[in-house]
T-cell receptor, first 113, second 111 residues
Framework: EAGVAQSPRYKIIEKRQSVAFWCNPI?????LYWYQQILGQGPKLLIQ????????DSQLPKDRFSAERLKGVDSTLKIQPAKLEDSAVYLC???????????FGPGTRLTVL | DAKTTQPNSMESNEEEPVHLPCNHS???????IHWYRQLPSQGPEYVIH???SNVNNRMASLAIAEDRKSSTLILHRATLRDAAVYYC????????????FGKGTKLSVIP
């Protein structure tokens, strides 16, 4: 079974530029999560989708971050404009349902200069 | 979500057992104890979970104290591949089932 796929794996941008990350969850998984992991800390949940609807986006900085999962499968996370403090690894995870084990992708490492 | 306390780091010799402790003194009756681990440059992966009874799977064992205020993840024979950050997380069986990660315990395995 294929795991959660993410791209790109690495991205370097200047502050104030925009960037987008892509996630392809495990086939059939209804729930999709985006996490932000700053160096030395544990992952922090940004947004949770159930199919194509948002379940929780309370920790998403909505002035600059946006996410969508239009057809209930793939998802994109966008940052516009990026700040230095957005430098982190962005992890995508999926699970069959909201109460199941989460499976994580390898993450995208973002560096904002 | 109830909070957990773990040591920042631990060391183990290869092929020896490792006991990773977790304190969760404010755990409620419906909270499940979950363990995830994160290998270098990878996303976290599920290890094991339990509610009251001790649990075993192919990766590890979970020993839960009788009062449930603490638990221990046991790796029976540490290998170099077990070097990772281990996270102990409480998930409410009655809540949103979201993972709230702390800083975890960084396990180093010495050859």
């Amino acid at each position: 079974e294929a795991g959660v796929a993410q791209s790109p794996r690495y991205k370097i941008i200047e502050k104030r530029q925009s960037v987008a990350f892509w996630c392809n969850p495990i086939s059939g998984h209804a729930t999709l999560y985006w996490y932000q992991q700053i160096l030395g800390q544990g992952p922090k949940l940004l947004i949770q989708f159930q199919n194509n609807g948002v379940v929780d986006d309370s920790q998403l900085p909505k002035d600059r971050f946006s996410a969508e999962r239009l057809k209930g499968v793939d998802s994109t996370l966008k940052i516009q404009p990026a700040k230095l403090e957005d430098s982190a690894v962005y992890l995508c995870a999926s699970s069959p349902s909201m109460t199941d084990t989460q499976y994580f992708g390898p993450g995208t490492r973002l560096t904002v200069l | 979500d109830a909070k957990t306390t773990q040591p920042n780091s631990m060391e183990s010799n290869e092929e020896e057992p490792v006991h990773l402790p977790c304190n969760h003194s404010t755990i409620s009756g419906t909270d499940y104890i979950h363990w995830y681990r994160q290998l270098p440059s990878q996303g976290p992966e599920y290890v094991i979970h339990g509610l009251t009874s001790n649990v075993n799977n192919r990766m590890a064992s979970l020993a839960i104290a009788e009062d449930r205020k603490s638990s221990t993840l046991i790796l029976h024979r540490a290998t170099l591949r077990d070097a990772a950050v281990y996270y102990c997380i409480l998930l409410s069986g009655a809540g949103s089932y979201q993972l709230t990660f702390g800083k975890g315990t960084k396990l180093s395995v010495i050859p």
